[in-house]
């Protein structure tokens, strides 16, 4: 983030992968670990820590007072969710990571992705 404010760009910071894991996919970097089987319990318990990390990095990086206020542009909570997690709690959870966001990231400064993989899945949200 220092690096791309020195050189005036702008950032889209990327939570991808998450305490407990979104999936069981190479995408969270436990793909080739035999001794580790994903199971979506594992990403519910890991929740509640996963919207601590976003309440940090939101206040790290786009709270006002912070010097890169102007250089965060975009947060996206998840990458590729499994579908083993039901439209219901995945849409749960990004209610609760956006609001935990919204306390330091206003919604006419940066912008918040909540990925709904696969597309396929779009028209099930609310």
Do not use: C
């Not at 979506?40 to 790290?60: F, H, S």
């Not at 996206?76 to 956006?98: G, R």
């Not at 919604?107 to 992705?113: C, G, H, M």
Request: glycine share 4%; charged share 20%.
């Amino acid at each position: 983030v220092l690096w791309s404010k020195q050189h005036q760009l702008k950032v889209l910071l990327d939570l991808h992968s998450q305490p407990g894991f979104q999936s069981g996919e190479q995408t969270t970097g436990r793909v080739n670990n035999e001794n580790y089987t994903w199971i979506v319990e594992n990403w519910r318990r890991g929740i509640p820590r996963t919207l601590d990390i976003l309440r940090q990095v939101a206040k790290r990086y786009t709270d006002n007072r912070s010097s890169y206020y102007d250089t965060v542009v975009g947060f996206e909570v998840t990458n590729e969710p499994s579908l083993a997690i039901s439209v219901v709690e995945l849409q749960s959870y990004y209610y609760a990571a956006y609001s935990v966001i919204r306390q330091y990231m206003p919604a006419d400064k940066v912008k918040v992705v909540l990925p709904v993989f696969p597309l396929a899945r779009v028209d099930s949200f609310a």
